[in-house]
């Protein structure tokens, strides 16, 4: 049986079944995507959430998964007017 291989999203998110369950991360680190984004969502600069993860993401790093997620919202928005 073959296992899942890690698949890289950009730069710096990375999705690797041997880190975090396969969940998206940053490259290097355990830190998961979907807890920056959270960060993003309730306001907080990027500086400071650099800063709450000592500088191990950077400001490109947070552009990146902000871009991820906006390509993932448009494709989802768009599968499902073509199903409608």
Known sequence: ?????????G???VADPEICHGKLTFK???IMVKSVL???AEGHDWEYISAEY????????IA???EVARQALIKQTES????A
Do not use: C, W
């Open 28 to 30: 290097g680190t355990r």
């Open 1 to 9: 049986m073959m296992r899942p291989k890690r698949k890289e999203y």
């Open 64 to 66: 990146e998964a902000v």
């Open 38 to 40: 959270e960060l993003v």
């Open 54 to 61: 000592d500088g191990r993401i950077s400001r490109d790093a």
């Open 11 to 13: 730069r710096y998110i």
């Open 80 to 83: 499902q007017r073509r199903v």
